[in-house]
């Protein structure tokens, strides 16, 4: 992070009477409330990726906001105007989920966001960093009271607030760095971390060859088993996954870069699981859209209901899909092969079985709605003739193709449509049919509970965060396009996978 700060001002060190201020209160601060942030890390990291902002931004702001908690009088602040961990202004915006909520944190980064691209409009000749400052400042005073880089906080809290936010979130990011291996690994977990922000060839090469240098050094540590350093190539190419269309400019770079590094120093099995890993990206991960990308509201309060929850929205969706997670576990094997047969994100696969069938647990003898449906996704006799058991590899496989079929007809009825946005819709229609799609923002309105694409996309991005937690037990640990581990997890250290997940 190279955006330039001054750090807190004295009166907002005053808050926990540091007799320092500037970036050295800013880090004590940061610090105290480091302990608390740990509760919600899971949650940052996961909107940081879907977001493309960077975490340890977002954790600096709960920071500076509410202390990571602990100034908030149930989950408000700021005389009972301002709500969540972010201290999202209620007088400007309506909260979404509970104060500590993925939904609350989501929609606080998306306001964060909009200044940032807000700042960049009326300063087009500012660089990158002074439009991100900028947009913080924006967060705290709104986008009219930035008129100058140089007096970008003169109206913000403290007359210190982008400064300061900045400083906490340098500091979380060293603490990252510290965490991912040691000083010798700064420049490489720099990298790691800023991997949502990698949208050039150039880029994704560049992080490959200091893959290539992290395994070299990881093999050397490990003398007595060389495959540590391919193993962890392997993983972090299904973590890395080049978009498609970069894939040969990123191969040709890479080889160019780092190819003494590849011949010289690694072994021939390290160079074939680096490029096996690469390929196995471009032809496994799902063609159909990133899952992670899609926009959703989850479900409604009628949908809601079927657990007797009094929330509805992102967050009930979530507690569903957890409620059906051990149940999916059976048929976790099925689920990635035949997300992988037919370049199907596997989350998406699991997220409908949890929406039409409880991963099994409504159907009486494989059948549901009132015996039209067939099966763990539930295929209408009406329109298709079911084949094989209801839990077999043949009747997701059946659905599946049913699946792909409906975003294909949305992708022709609606060709200006974005890849993410006719996965939305096919997955739509696959509950009430293609006909049914009028248009993006109200494609759900007459599929069951008015909710069912929304829900099912909400179930799916928790299956494929659920993906991310390594080495937890009961966790649907392939699920996801971005983790098709071709190797076995017992074959990877819980440090290895964890690797570049981690903000703190």
């Known amino acids: 992070m190279n955006t330039d700060t001054t750090g807190a001002s004295q009166a907002t060190a005053n808050q926990d009477r540091l007799t320092v201020n500037g970036v050295e209160a800013s880090k004590r601060m940061a610090e105290t409330d480091l302990a608390r942030m740990e509760n919600y890390k899971s949650i940052i990291t996961e909107v940081g990726r879907a977001k493309q902002m960077d975490p340890a931004v977002i954790a600096a702001i709960i920071s500076r906001e509410s202390r990571a908690g602990a100034a908030l009088e149930g989950g408000w602040g700021d005389h009972g105007n301002a709500f969540g961990l972010m201290q999202i202004d209620t007088r400007y915006h309506d909260e979404k989920g509970a104060f500590d909520s993925e939904q609350h944190i989501t929609q606080a980064t998306e306001i964060l966001i909009s200044f940032i691209k807000e700042i960049k409009e009326i300063f087009p000749t500012w660089s990158q960093e002074q439009c991100f400052k900028g947009g913080i400042s924006a967060y705290n005073a709104g986008v009219s009271s930035v008129s100058s880089n140089e007096n970008i906080d003169a109206r913000t809290t403290g007359q210190d607030y982008s400064n300061d936010v900045v400083a906490r979130a340098q500091y979380y990011k060293s603490k990252a760095r510290v965490r991912m291996g040691g000083e010798h690994n700064q420049e490489f977990a720099h990298r790691t971390l800023r991997l949502p922000d990698c949208d050039t060839?150039?880029?994704?090469?560049?992080?490959?060859?200091?893959?290539?240098?992290?395994?070299?050094?990881?093999?050397?540590?490990?003398?007595?088993?060389?495959?540590?350093?391919a193993y962890f190539l392997d993983d972090c190419m299904v973590r890395l996954q080049p978009r498609r269309g970069y894939m040969p400019?990123?191969?040709?770079?890479?080889?160019?870069n780092c190819k003494h590094l590849l011949f010289r120093r690694l072994h021939l099995h390290h160079i074939l699981y680096f490029l096996f890993g690469l390929f196995s990206m471009l032809f496994l991960a799902s063609i159909y859209g990133d899952i992670m990308k899609v926009d959703t509201t989850g479900?409604?309060?009628?949908?809601?209901?079927?657990?007797?929850?009094?929330?509805?929205?992102?967050?009930?969706?979530?507690?569903?899909?957890?409620?059906?997670?051990?149940?999916?576990?059976?048929?976790?094997?099925?689920?990635?092969?035949?997300?992988?047969?037919?370049?199907?994100?596997?989350?998406v696969i699991a997220a409908i079985?949890?929406?039409?069938?409880?991963?099994?647990?409504?159907?009486?003898?494989?059948?549901?709605?009132?015996?039209?449906?067939?099966?763990?996704?539930?295929?209408?006799?009406?329109?298709?003739?079911?084949?094989?058991?209801?839990?077999?590899?043949?009747?997701?496989?059946?659905?599946?193709?049913?699946?792909?079929g409906f975003i294909k007809e949305i992708k022709a009825k609606f060709?200006?449509?974005?890849q993410e946005q006719c996965l939305k819709g096919g997955i739509s229609a696959y509950n009430a049919g293609v006909k049914n799609v009028q248009t993006y923002e109200r494609m759900d309105i007459g599929t069951t509970g008015d909710d069912y694409a929304n829900d099912v996309v909400a179930r799916a991005q928790w299956f494929n965060s659920k993906a991310r937690c390594a080495g937890q037990s009961g966790c649907l640990g392939s699920l996801g396009s971005k983790h098709l581990h071709h190797f076995p997890l017992s074959l990877v250290s819980n440090a290895m996978r964890t690797h570049l997940v981690s903000y703190k």
């Not at 060709?415 to 974005?418: A, D, L």
């Open 201 to 229: 060839p150039v880029l994704q090469a560049e992080i490959l060859c200091l893959l290539a240098k992290q395994a070299i050094e990881m093999s050397q540590e490990h003398r007595g088993n060389s495959l540590h350093g």
């Open 415 to 418: 060709p200006k449509w974005t």
């Open 353 to 404: 079985i949890s929406r039409e069938s409880r991963a099994g647990a409504v159907l009486k003898d494989g059948w549901g709605d009132h015996g039209n449906g067939f099966g763990l996704m539930q295929v209408d006799k009406r329109h298709h003739t079911p084949t094989g058991q209801w839990d077999s590899e043949q009747h997701i496989i059946q659905a599946t193709d049913i699946l792909i």
């Open 249 to 256: 400019k990123v191969l040709f770079t890479s080889f160019i």
């Open 299 to 347: 479900a409604s309060e009628k949908t809601a209901k079927q657990d007797k929850l009094t929330i509805k929205g992102v967050e009930a969706s979530k507690k569903m899909a957890e409620t059906d997670l051990a149940r999916m576990e059976k048929y976790k094997s099925i689920i990635i092969k035949v997300g992988k047969a037919k370049q199907m994100d596997p989350a």
